[in-house]
């Protein structure tokens, strides 16, 4: 095939059975959990790591060998089968972008499970915990090691129940499980674009391979308005996963699940499927400047709103989360305009500081029993290895050169500068108020006098909370490890794109090289945002330590403003109050329910009626209820008969 | 092939219906033999069928009557797999209900005997009488229950499966009026020789054969008997009657669009009637369903929904050209894929309520802890009957999707994809109700051996077709090609 000549000469010499591997290790990790060791918590745990780990290692493997060849592609495809005339393909293929999500998701979940070991340490569903990790691990692989967009969407649909049983997983909380639904429903409104791309690809392109889907955007065989549409139904489907406005409704609210699955799925792989998927289509946005500006503004819009409602949250996990949407806009913004190395770079260095934030949240519940900042405070002297990396993750978080997170924000904000400068005005916004929230979670966490904590309900069942949430005290090492161990990367990560090495090295997944002038470093902008940022972190610190200015008057200032911020926009009212609870429960449903109740049932009564009248003769045909009933089926045909004249056939 | 070996698959069943009752008359104290009786007729069947398939042997019989072809062997398999899975299934429910164990399964073995026959059944006389060859057994069986609800639901269906008779009758009367011929084949002909003369009398023939179809179909508006019947009849019946009837419709009224109207008079005007009939059915079906609270009910709502999801790869079928092939694998393939799923569900909800006594959805609750076996096959059904992938209600409905896709009906797959949203909302909420929801009751239990072996084919049917969906697609492809060569 001509179109998969990259710009390398040579393919990645992998041996394709160590890619499955990848695949395989934790899938047979999720086999033996659930088969054997569901019951027996110490092995199921270890099981997992080993699964994980393996494919972890192969991973660092794969990566190894695809930067022998420059990151040029390599893949493997075999006949799934065959329906009609198209040919459903079981392949897998490497690349530079590959090779780096790879690395993430496996190093990510490698250290997630560790976490866990100590986090979920006497939960009674420890064993379906890990069993659930490993299939989600497994799908998330399977979604990135893809070569085909069939695939693809399989894993993907599986990435999506797996997330739907990890969110849920304490099922018992009705919070929890009405967080699970939410996610599920809501991510799927967008997998249904995904659907459409899939079934316009099929009927138009009759390939599925992603090569090939590349090759047939940019060959002109179809007009742009086609090309729009499957871009525009790839993206639906990126936006549900990762969560971009309208529907990054789900995210805020996963949160009900484990912490270390917030670290795991809504910081480092599920949302940053999205941005993936987009990425891997970049070729087909490339052609359509229609596309690529939806998923630029609508980027920065995911962006701007978050980062306004994380303003005010009190919740520390939920300002991590309304940040993750935040800088998930941001990756979008970058792949709308024309950043397709800065977005995965970006995705990149974001998986490790955000999950090192994630779990350093984690480690603070695990201390006071609580996620509710207004309860803590003075935790920086009770849990040093905590608080040092969690400033770490956010100073990487908010741009602070040289951190990780400061080189690559700086490659959006100057490809959105050099796109649209109103883009550029957005996202420079969004740097300042970063660097404000996270700085404000600081002090308010970690500063000042400690608040005591939720106390131990010891009548809750599910509550196993070791320890004196009044006597905070630094978490166990299976915890404090993968801090330490993300904090490396969350400052270093940012240095492998100072020379365009990341760049290079994922650029030639594509099938040619971009158009367009990749990213160089400009002192103004990289300026800029390091002025903004550094003010936000002076604005937090003038409120929240020093408290020049008391938080409450600037609330008042600010009022219209703090209340919409603090309703969310008022977005989840609309969607549950007036949509879900008004239409559907109360109006919608009452009238189905009477209509099965009155009309349907009613018509020949499904409660026997009809035949106590049978056995006191005959007396049905009377009273009337089967008259009725030939009535509905002659109505129904003659409805039927009178449509079909109305069409006119024949 | 010739003489009896015309008929095997059918006279294997039947001989075996006549054996059941033989045993039960001279041999009383063998009675539990019996379904072993029904299970063997049924595998004598299918090994009939395979040597048929194994000799290459396709033809017509009776002077063109019956077509032994691709397309009927596909659906001997599909009704001797229902029959085989429906009497394994019904062994407890009918011993337990103490009576006429030998007619029970005798009547089944007829009903399915019937399907074959309409299957293969290309003349108008030859659909009719199979027709009622398949239904009269099941009105019996639908009010084979001692109680009230289960005779209620026999009445209903029959008084209303009579009025359904009485309309297509009519139809094929006026189409034989029309054409002065019952033979399929003779009947595209005339249409073609008879030009546009009398055309109104014709669509009113067509659209009277397919109301009267529409009913066993359980499509709008002919679907008012289905949450009722469903609820009031055994479960087992319920179960037989949801697929079986089902896929003898969409069978026989496949074939009818290919063989006896033709390219020319299966219009893209027919193509907008069934898309229409199908996005109402799907919508109606789902919305209902939505609210239910009896299990069984919600089958049958359901079972709506998914007629109007066969349908759509119908309305492909009606659009000439290449289309026309994908439409009716698309139709095959769903029905087959349906048939294992649905079996599935319904076979673990007999299992659940044989030991709770109660078909409410709310008694479901906490049922992994009771029953991990029972909840996750009848979870990983409705996962099936949502269309997740990997199972084989996702390729059923990718495949009629695409088929109206190519069809150049974009319009009706956007309402079927909202449709599969509406049904996730409700066949997730019962596993819902089942996985998290507490119940005081803790006992677990394991269902009877019967229900198991079927409930294992039918989960493993799901599972494998979900995961290797190519070989039926593939003989579904093939099944429908015989029909384009006919016509």
């Known amino acids: 095939m001509p179109f998969l000549e990259a710009a390398a000469t040579q393919s990645p010499t992998i041996d394709e059975w160590l890619l499955w591997a990848i695949l395989v290790s934790p899938l047979t990790a999720w086999a033996l959990i659930v088969l054997y060791f569901r019951k027996i918590p110490a092995v199921a745990g270890y099981l997992a790591i080993a699964g994980i780990g393996i494919s972890c290692l192969i991973s660092f493997v794969t990566l190894f060998n695809v930067i022998d060849a420059d990151g040029a592609i390599a893949q493997h495809t075999h006949e799934w089968f065959t329906a009609g005339d198209v040919v459903v393909n079981l392949g897998v293929r490497v690349d530079g972008l590959t090779a780096v999500m790879l690395v993430v998701v496996t190093s990510v979940s490698l250290l997630v499970q560790i976490y866990s070991t100590g986090y979920m340490a006497g939960d009674s569903g420890y064993g379906r915990y890990f069993a659930h990790m490993c299939l989600f691990t497994t799908a998330m692989l399977g979604l990135v090691l893809a070569d085909n967009l069939f695939m693809l969407f399989i894993f993907w649909e599986l990435v999506g129940l797996s997330s739907y049983l990890l969110i849920g997983f304490w099922f018992h909380k009705p919070s929890a499980a009405a967080a699970a639904k939410k996610a599920f429903i809501v991510t799927r409104i967008g997998d249904l674009g995904l659907l459409a791309a899939l079934l316009l690809i099929w009927s138009r392109a009759e390939t599925f391979d992603i090569a090939g889907i590349h090759h047939w955007a940019a060959s002109g065989e179809a007009s742009d308005k086609i090309v729009t549409l499957f871009a525009l139904g790839i993206f639906a489907g990126a936006a549900g996963k990762s969560a971009q406005f309208p529907l990054h409704v789900w995210l805020p609210d996963a949160m009900e699940g484990p912490t270390p699955v917030s670290a795991l799925i809504h910081a480092a792989t599920m949302v940053a499927a999205g941005v993936y998927l987009v990425a891997r289509f970049f070729p087909v946005f490339e052609v359509s400047t229609d596309a690529r500006e939806v998923v630029a503004w609508i980027g920065a819009a995911t962006a701007l709103i978050a980062a306004t409602i994380a303003l005010v949250q009190t919740d520390l996990k939920r300002v991590l989360a309304y940040s993750t949407v935040s800088q998930l806009g941001y990756m979008m913004l970058a792949l709308g305009a024309l950043g397709y190395v800065a977005a995965i770079f970006h995705l990149f260095t974001h998986a490790f500081f955000k999950a090192l934030l994630f779990l350093g949240s984690g480690s603070v519940n695990h201390g006071t029993n609580t996620f509710d900042m207004r309860k803590m405070g003075g935790l920086r002297a009770k849990m040093p290895v905590t608080f040092w990396t969690f400033v770490i993750g956010s100073l990487s978080l908010a741009g602070i050169f040289p951190l990780a997170g400061f080189w690559s924000k700086d490659e959006i904000l100057l490809d959105a500068w050099r796109y649209d400068r109103a883009l550029w005005f957005m996202a420079a916004t969004v740097a300042f108020m970063t660097a404000f929230y996270m700085f404000r979670a600081i002090f308010l966490t970690f500063f000042g006098e400690y608040k005591g904590g939720e106390p131990v309900d010891h009548h809750d069942p599910d509550n196993h909370f070791h320890g004196d949430p009044a006597h905070p005290h630094e978490s166990p090492w299976p915890m404090r490890a993968p801090l330490l161990i993300l904090a490396v990367p969350a400052v270093l990560a940012g240095l492998l794109n100072v020379d365009h090495d990341f760049g290079d090295f994922i650029n030639h997944a594509l099938p040619e090289l971009p158009h367009h002038e990749g990213s160089t470093f400009e002192w103004g902008i990289a300026l800029s945002s390091l002025g903004l940022a550094l003010g936000g972190i002076g604005l937090a610190w003038a409120i929240y330590y020093k408290r020049w200015v008391s938080s409450a008057s600037l609330r008042e200032l600010f009022l219209p403003l703090a209340g919409l911020f603090e309703h969310k926009y008022f977005l989840d009212n609309v969607y549950e109050d007036i949509f879900v609870r008004g239409i559907f429960h109360r109006g919608w449903n009452r009238l189905l329910e009477l209509t099965d109740r009155y009309v349907i049932d009613g018509v020949a009564n499904g409660s026997g009626r009809l035949v106590r009248g049978v056995s006191s003769g005959l007396r049905p045909i009377q009273n009337g209820l089967l008259q009725t009933y030939g009535l509905g089926f002659a109505a129904g045909v003659i409805i039927f008969v009178l449509a079909v004249f109305a069409a006119n056939p024949l | ?487």
């Open chain 2, 1 to 487: 092939m010739n003489g009896i070996d015309l008929v095997g698959p059918q006279f294997a069943v039947l001989i075996a219906a006549g054996m059941a009752l033989l045993v039960d008359a001279l041999l009383p104290r063998q009675r539990r033999f019996i379904p072993l009786v029904a299970l063997a007729g049924l595998a004598l069947s299918v090994a009939w069928t395979i040597s048929w398939v194994s000799r290459d042997d396709y033809q017509s019989a009776f002077g063109g009557t019956l077509a032994l072809d691709k397309y009927a062997v596909f659906f001997y398999f599909v009704f001797a797999g229902i029959a085989a899975a429906v009497v394994l299934a019904s062994i407890d429910w009918v011993k337990r209900e103490g009576r006429g164990e030998a007619e029970y399964y005798a009547l089944l073995l007829v009903s399915t005997a019937g399907y074959m026959f309409l299957a293969a059944s290309r003349d108008l006389i030859t659909i009719f009488i199979a027709l009622e060859l398949s239904s009269i057994p099941q009105y019996i069986l639908a009010g084979w229950g001692k109680d009230e609800r289960s005779s209620e639901a026999g009445l209903k269906y029959l008084l209303l499966g009579a009025i359904a008779s009485a309309v297509l009758l009519y139809g094929m009367a006026l189409l034989y009026g029309f054409t002065r011929t019952t033979d399929l084949g003779g009947i595209a002909d005339a249409i073609v020789a008879g030009g546009s003369e009398n055309r109104a009398l014709l669509t009113l023939a067509v659209a009277l054969v397919i109301a009267g179809f529409g009913f066993k179909m359980a499509v709008v508006p002919f679907q008012m008997w289905v949450p009722d019947v469903y609820q009031g009849a055994p479960t087992p019946v319920a179960a037989y009657l949801s697929v079986g009837s089902k896929g003898a419709a969409f069978a026989v009224v496949t074939r009818l669009f290919f063989e006896g109207l033709g390219p020319d008079v299966a219009s893209d005007d027919w193509s907008m009637i069934f898309a229409v009939v199908a996005a109402v059915s799907m919508t109606f079906g789902n919305v209902m369903a939505i609210v239910q609270t009896d299990i069984k009910r919600l089958l049958g709502y359901s079972s709506i929904a998914q007629a109007g999801n066969i349908m759509v790869g119908l309305a492909a079928v009606s659009v000439a050209g290449e289309e026309f092939v994908l439409g009716a694998s698309g139709v095959i393939f769903f029905v087959a894929a349906y048939a294992f799923t649905n079996l599935g569900a319904f076979i673990a909800v007999i299992a659940i309520s044989q030991r709770i006594g109660s078909d409410r959805i709310g008694d479901y609750a906490g049922m992994w802890k009771r029953s991990p076996v029972l909840a996750g096959a009848l979870a990983l059904c409705l996962v099936s009957l949502t269309g997740i992938p990997p199972t084989a209600g996702f390729w059923a409905k990718l495949y009629v999707f695409n088929s109206a896709i190519r069809a150049d009906l974009a319009w009706l797959v956007i309402v079927g994809v909202l449709n599969s949203l509406v049904s996730a909302y409700y066949y997730l909420g019962v596993a819902r109700t089942m996985f998290v929801a507490e119940s005081g009751e803790e006992a677990t239990f394991r269902p009877p051996l019967g229900l198991s072996i079927s409930l294992g084919l039918a989960t493993a049917g799901v599972l494998i077709l979900g995961l290797v969906p190519g070989p039926l697609l593939d003989a579904a492809h093939d099944a429908a090609e015989t029909l384009a060569l006919v016509s």
